[in-house]
C-alpha cells in the first residue's frame, strides 16, 4: 500500500480543515516545496494535494504552486481541486503532475471522465467524498441523492483505475477512517481504492491494509505527530506505485 502525505492549499498556504469546513481552516506549515522535500527526506514517493480554492471556484488557483512543488520535491503528485476541463487537465499532466483527481465534475459531467481516461488513462484519477454515504460536491459543499457506491461503479464503466474516497465526517478528525464504507467500496470496484479522512496513527494503516486497499492519504496525523510518515511507509510495504 502507499502512502500519500496531504498538502491542501488556500490562500497560497498549507493549511487543514475539519469535515470540509472552509471556516476551520487553519496553517499547518510554513511552506508547500520545504513541506513536501521534508516528506521525500522521510522515505515518501507520492504527494497528494488539494487545491481548495480551486475547489470552492471551480478553477484552477494555485497552479504556480503545484507545479514548483513537483518540480523541487521530485515526488509523483495527484492533485484535484477545480478541475473541471480538458484544457485544465491537459495544463496540469503537460506541466508535471503525474495523476489528476477529478471531484465535482464526475457527478456533473460524467463524459468528461470517460474523455479524459481515454485520452490519459490511469493518470486520471476520480474523487468520491461523502456524507453519510451520498456524493458531495463543489468543495463538499453541496450534497447530492447519489450514493458513493452507485456513482463508483458509473466511474468504473467510464474506465477510471483509481478512486479517492472520503468520509467527509471522519476529515480532519484524527477519528480513525470508515473501515466499513472503504470495505464496501473495495468490494464493489476493481478500481484501486486510496483512503482518505480520519487517519490518526498506525493501526489505522494496518486496517487499510488489511482491506487490501492501494493507497493512505495522511494529512492531519502528520503535522500533529500522531503518525510517523517514515514508520507508515515502512509498514505499508510501497509495494504497489
Not at 17 to 42: I, N, R
Not at 62 to 81: C, H, P, Q, W, Y
Request: one cysteine or more; proline letters at 2%.
Amino acid at each position: 500500500m502507499i502512502i500519500l502525505p496531504a498538502i491542501d492549499i488556500k490562500d497560497g498556504q498549507c493549511v487543514r480543515l475539519v469535515q470540509g469546513d472552509f471556516t476551520t481552516a487553519h496553517k499547518v506549515a510554513e511552506d508547500p516545496v520545504s513541506t513536501a522535500e521534508g516528506f521525500a527526506a522521510q522515505g515518501s514517493q507520492w504527494i497528494h494535494m488539494v487545491d481548495l480554492d480551486g475547489a470552492k471556484s471551480a478553477k484552477p488557483m494555485n497552479t504556480d504552486i503545484f507545479t514548483a512543488v513537483k518540480e523541487k520535491s521530485g515526488l509523483r503528485m495527484e492533485l484535484g481541486g477545480g478541475i473541471r476541463d480538458m484544457k485544465t487537465i491537459a495544463y496540469y499532466l503537460e506541466h508535471g503532475i503525474d495523476r489528476v483527481i477529478l471531484g465535482s465534475i464526475a457527478l456533473k459531467n460524467p463524459a468528461l471522465i470517460k474523455e479524459a481516461v481515454e485520452a490519459y488513462g490511469n493518470r486520471i484519477a476520480v474523487g468520491i467524498d461523502a456524507k453519510k454515504g451520498m456524493v458531495a460536491t463543489e468543495g463538499w459543499l453541496d450534497t447530492s441523492d447519489v450514493s458513493y457506491l452507485d456513482l463508483a461503479k458509473t466511474m468504473e464503466q467510464s474506465g477510471v483505475k483509481c478512486i479517492i474516497f472520503t468520509d467527509i465526517s471522519r476529515d480532519g478528525t484524527l477519528t480513525g477512517p470508515n473501515l466499513e464504507q472503504l470495505d464496501a467500496l473495495n468490494r464493489a470496484v476493481d478500481c484501486d481504492i486510496i483512503a482518505s479522512g480520519g487517519i490518526k496513527e498506525l493501526s489505522d494503516i494496518r486496517a487499510l491494509m488489511e482491506l487490501g486497499l492501494y493507497g493512505a492519504i495522511c494529512g492531519k496525523s502528520l503535522y500533529q505527530g500522531t503518525l510517523d510518515l517514515k514508520e507508515a511507509i515502512e509498514t505499508a510495504g510501497e509495494h504497489r506505485c
